[in-house]
């Protein structure tokens, strides 16, 4: 009877399907691994099913569900209940029921929940793989926002659409049918609308279009299309219509090199210029940086334009405009002269050499061409010298430069700066600096206006210069520390000797013209920003700084002023040196731990301590709500003596009312006048798959044929879709 009972209990057993927790199956589709709480391996019938926490993996694809059921012979694996696919490329499919080939490229997918790699999301009643590089579904809404959403859950914005189709091979998402939804509202339809996946970091295609409306324009339409033509290079093509002045071509071209850049802007269109006649205008810039060896760079940079107005009419820049970049600021911008400039440069150990060319053209309606300057060659070297054994090392500065006009005067200059420098710190303390220089210059030069004469007498001829330099700098710093703050006080002077005069008629001044006597160069050598012109003559200069440091912030001042024993006519009158005794320059800036900063700098009149400049630059307040004020006054003939008196503020405001919504506002004013030159304002909102601005923008600006303008303009961005704009004018 034992025999009995152990044969049927082991022809029982053996009828039982093989059970396990994991299996690794070969198909002709490469190895498939499961793993399951229960899983069963029927092999008559060729049918593994897996219950309870099923995973498996086929070449890097990972497929999770409640169920999953795999046929060997017909190679259809069947998975119910909240299935899970995970793609190599980082997408994951969300799904009810899937049936699908044994290596996951084929099948049909019902209840589809799509989470891409961006997280943007897709929704689906159904859909179907096909070769494993092209998923479509149908019924389908997408959206990519996750924290932007409406009253009742809806997202901020989304698509839905009749059919979508994902194709991998050529990373494109098409949409057939489509309504774009705001907060569940249907606002746009489109037929067809793709867009790159999510792999994608560059494609060909149009970009948003922008439109929008001008009062000498008239209605605008700006439709561009990009161009990415291969990893290192692009383009984009930006036709503008405009209904009163007629098409505009603008495009952008960009490469980069292995071993440098190159960019190139432009635009041409038929139009109206400034005295009513349809003729040609447009204007091209391009930049390039370029190593030729780790010594050497090059670099150019080309500005050309049809006519001086052209690009602020037409918008490609503006004379004088008011912007506000990213809310966080606003600046002014001028545009009023272009550079043309190319240069070959190197760098070796405590060497420099360069060869530059320049040539600027003017924009201003008083602008003349022919006084404008081509400086070809430049030539530059400069070279320190290694520290000796006291410390002390040598200097040398080398420049030749020739400077013509069509009109006016020219200019040959060879010019050779020796130094040496002796820096020392004694035991008590103080800090020494002695040095010396000689600058020994010759010049060629044709029609220099002669200053004794009148208009129209000129002298040309060789001329020259030798001009011997030497002095020294004393400064004494006095310091106090405690646990968190240290305080500072430093008395400065120094005395520096050279002979008077230096500056012959017949040298003319090209490279000195743009003087600010101010804190930063009251100790400088020379106080002239070129070569062209030296100061001479026997000075002294003294000042005092303070500052206190701590983990709170910190602030600083600093005073001081210069005196010399004669007279120098090389100084325009109320350039501040003109006088023995020059006028008092200075700064203050506070910058406490909280958000406040503020920077201070004057120079005050010598004698009754009147303002002669007044530069204030502030900054108050948190992200919440921030406000700017930056004013700067000049007077009558101040610095080089070219302008009048000049009085401006620009003034501004930025406030982050919540997370995704701020504003901000900025005005420049020119006060010597009593009249507004710009307005700007700014609200935007930000969110993860929407921002939005609308900027009003109001300028004063008249020019020839450059009127004074308002606009408006809104633009929308959105995730993933692009840029849509629109601008109206007046």
């Known amino acids: 009877m034992r025999y009995v009972i152990a044969l049927a209990a082991f022809l029982v057993l053996a009828a039982i399907p093989v059970t396990a927790r994991s299996a690794e199956l070969v198909t002709s589709d490469g190895p498939i691994l499961f793993k399951a709480d229960q899983l069963r391996h029927e092999r008559k019938l060729g049918i593994v099913v897996g219950r309870g926490n099923v995973e498996i993996i086929q070449e890097g694809r990972i497929l999770r569900a409640e169920t999953v059921t795999y046929n060997q012979r017909t190679n259809i694996l069947t998975a119910t209940g909240d299935v899970v696919l995970l793609e190599p490329g980082g997408d994951v499919v969300f799904a009810d029921h899937v049936e699908l080939t044994g290596d996951f490229k084929d099948g049909i997918i019902e209840n589809i929940r799509v989470l891409m790699s961006d997280e943007a999301r897709f929704a689906a009643v159904g859909g179907r793989r096909i070769g494993g590089e092209v998923f479509e579904m149908r019924k389908v809404v997408y959206s990519p926002c996750r924290k932007c959403i409406g009253p009742k859950g809806t997202p901020l914005w989304q698509l839905k659409a009749v059919e979508v189709v994902h194709n991998k091979t050529e990373q494109s998402i098409e949409y057939r049918d489509a309504f774009l939804e705001f907060f569940g509202i249907p606002v746009l339809y489109t037929p067809y609308l793709s867009h790159p996946d999510p792999t994608v970091e560059r494609k060909s295609g ?17 439709t561009p299309y990009y161009f990415a033509i291969a990893p290192d290079k692009d383009a984009t093509l930006r036709p503008i219509f405009t209904s009163k002045e007629g098409p505009v071509l603008a495009g952008q071209y960009r490469q980069r090199f292995t071993d440098g850049i ?27 940086r370029f190593d030729l060896t780790d010594t050497w760079r090059s670099g150019a940079d080309i500005q050309l334009v049809s006519d001086d107005t052209y690009l602020s009419r037409y918008g490609f820049s503006s004379i004088e405009t008011l912007t506000l970049t990213n809310l966080s600021h ?8 272009l550079t043309n400039h190319l240069f070959v440069e190197g760098f070796r150990g405590r060497n420099y050499a360069s060869a530059q060319g320049y040539y600027w053209r003017g924009l201003s309606a008083d602008d003349r061409s022919g006084d404008s300057p081509i400086v070809a060659p430049m030539l530059d070297y400069s070279a320190v010298g290694a520290p000796g054994p006291a410390g002390g090392h040598w200097t040398l500065d080398a420049n030749m430069m020739a400077l013509t006009r069509t009109e006016g005067t020219d200019s040959r200059r060879v010019s050779l700066l020796s130094g040496w ?15 010396a220089t000689l600058q020994t210059d010759g010049y060629f030069v044709n029609d220099v206006q002669d200053p004794g004469a009148p208009a129209g007498d000129t002298l040309s001829g060789v001329t020259g210069r030798v001009f011997p330099r030497a002095g020294l700098d004393w400064r004494y710093p006095f310091a106090r520390a405690t646990t968190s703050t240290t305080q500072l006080i430093e008395p400065v002077a120094g005395i520096m000797v050279s002979p008077n005069g230096g500056n012959p008629d017949k040298i003319p001044n090209e490279d000195s013209q743009n003087l600010e006597f101010d804190d930063t160069n009251l100790f400088s050598h020379n106080r002239f920003s070129g070569l062209d012109r030296v100061e001479g003559g ?19 001042a600093f005073l001081g002023q210069s005196y010399r024993l004669r007279e120098d006519s090389a100084f325009p009158p109320n350039s501040g040196l003109a006088d023995k005794l020059s006028d008092i320059v200075g700064r ?9 900063n503020l920077l201070y700098r004057f120079r005050l009149d010598k004698d009754d301590l009147t303002p002669s400049r007044n530069e204030v ?19 009558e003939g101040s610095g080089s003596g070219e302008f009048g008196a000049r009085e401006e503020v620009t003034a501004g405001f930025r406030s982050q009312v919540t997370p995704a919504w701020a504003i901000g506002a900025a005005t420049r004013r020119d006060l010597e006048r009593n009249e507004s030159l710009s307005h700007v304002f700014r609200l935007e909102y930000t969110c993860d798959c929407l921002t939005a601005t609308l900027d009003f923008t109001r300028t004063f600006t008249q020019d020839r044929d450059v009127q004074p303008s308002t606009s408006i303009f809104l633009r929308l961005i959105f995730k993933n879709l692009g840029e849509v704009g629109t601008e109206v004018g007046s």
């Open 262 to 288: 190159m960019q190139i802007d432009g635009s041409a269109t038929y139009g109206s210029d400034d005295t009513g006649q349809d003729d040609f205008r447009g204007h091209l810039f391009a930049s390039s």
């Open 588 to 596: 203050v800036e506070i910058a406490p731990a909280f958000p406040v």
């Open 421 to 435: 420098e002796l820096p020392h710190i004694a035991r008590s303390g103080e800090v020494y600096r002695l040095y």
């Open 617 to 635: 630059y502030t900054s108050v307040g948190p992200r919440a709500f921030n406000v700017n004020v930056n004013y700067a006054f000049f007077g």
């Open 330 to 337: 606003y600046r002014f911008s001028s545009s009023n002269t």
């Open 538 to 556: 026997q000075r002294v200069y003294y000042g005092l700084h303070t500052g206190v440091f701590s983990t709170y912030g910190r602030s600083s």
């Open 206 to 222: 149009f970009l948003a279009p922008r439109y929008g409306g001008d009062s000498q324009l008239g209605v605008m339409l700006e």
